[in-house]
């Protein structure tokens, strides 16, 4: 049995949004209104003994990389109104609005 799959592309990009400078090649002047940051505890972690793990599946666990929202660019590129970075935000721990999120996405192992 031959099964056909369609590839599409589907692009992530983390960074900060909201952000003002004088050029595109400037450190922004002020705070970034989607600074699209997160703080990552892993308890029990012995350098020594540990590795960190970064699950992709978990990374994009709860998003649906078929379909694009239509207005925005392909994929996930950071902005507050792109409904393709909800899930993986969430996963990655970056909280949305006054909603704090736990990670998902790296473990130790």
Do not use: Y
Request: hydrophobic share 30%; net charge positive.
């Amino acid at each position: 049995m031959v099964t056909k799959v369609n590839l599409k592309v589907f692009s992530f990009t983390r960074g900060s949004t909201g952000c003002q400078a004088e050029t595109t090649s400037q450190k922004p002047t002020t705070k970034c209104s989607n600074p699209n940051r997160a703080t990552i505890t892993l308890n029990n972690f012995d350098l020594s003994k540990n590795v960190i793990v970064a699950d992709i599946a978990k990374l994009l666990a709860n998003n649906n990389l078929s379909r694009n929202q239509p207005g925005t660019a392909p994929g996930c590129m950071s902005e507050p109104n792109d409904l393709d970075c909800t899930g993986i935000f969430k996963n990655l721990g970056i909280s949305s609005g006054n909603q704090t999120q736990s990670q998902t996405f790296f473990s130790v192992k």
